[in-house]
């Protein structure tokens, strides 16, 4: 079956370490997103990419980084300077048009 | 810019009643797309329901219907026949056609409890 697989389910972060989660879809979709969602804030979007080798800063992008080598995988780094990074990760994917977004399982992040 | 307000931060109703959550937005887009998405307590994301804002009949699917009301700016969901299992977390989105980004615009979220 299609789908989009965000690992790992759960991640903990040193203080000074940058953090790398993983999204990958098989869905053959030319956009991916990342969210962050925080109890009583909804989604916020954080980067986007519509196609290969490209991608867009969101909202809250700050202490952030992506990359978008292959349309499949679009994974995401927290890097030390997100000073506030406990949240819980979304990874979604889209066909242009009509379609709504598929959602990964997600990654809760922490900090130890 | 665009926003998607969701005023009911929690509601509730007993198990085989029906139940409206409450959704405004703001655009000055003529064409768009507004969505519900349920988050139940494994945190993932179902996609409920859809509406093309051209499309003047509401959407349905099954138990769950929204009441679209472009002029107003509304879109709500109503879920009958409640279930258990529709405890959840309820997000509504807009998406808007005028850029080429698909981005989603979410609310706050309504948590619905569905009580025995």
């Known amino acids: 079956d299609g789908g989009i697989t965000q690992s790992p389910k759960y991640l903990f972060r040193k203080e000074g370490q940058n953090v790398t989660l993983s999204c990958e879809q098989n869905?053959?979709?030319?956009?991916m997103y990342w969210y962050r969602q925080d109890p009583g804030q909804g989604l916020r979007l954080i980067y986007y990419?519509?196609?290969?080798?490209?991608?867009q800063k969101g909202d809250i992008a700050e202490g952030y980084s992506v990359s978008r080598e292959k349309k499949e995988s679009f994974p995401l780094t927290v890097t030390s300077a997100q000073k506030n990074p406990t949240a819980f990760y979304l990874c979604?994917?889209?066909?242009?048009?009509?379609?709504?977004?598929?959602f990964g399982d997600g990654t809760r992040l922490s900090i130890l | 810019a665009q926003t998607v307000t969701q005023s009911q931060p929690e509601m509730s109703v007993q198990e085989a009643e029906t139940v409206t959550l409450s959704c405004t937005y703001d655009t000055s887009e003529n064409n768009y797309y507004l969505f519900w998405y349920k988050q139940p307590p494994s945190r993932q994301m179902i996609l409920v329901i859809r509406q093309e804002a051209y499309k003047q009949q509401n959407a349905t699917e099954n138990r769950f219907s929204v009441n679209f009301q472009k002029a107003a700016k509304s879109f709500s969901l109503k879920i009958s026949d409640s279930q258990l299992g529709d405890t959840a977390m309820y997000f509504c989105a807009f998406r808007g056609t005028g850029g080429a980004t698909n981005k989603l615009i979410f609310g706050t979220g309504t948590l619905l409890a569905v009580q025995p």
């Open positions: 869905l053959n979709h030319d956009a």
């Open positions: 979604a994917s889209t066909q242009f048009g009509s379609q709504p977004q598929h």
């Open positions: 990419s519509q196609i290969v080798n490209d991608f």
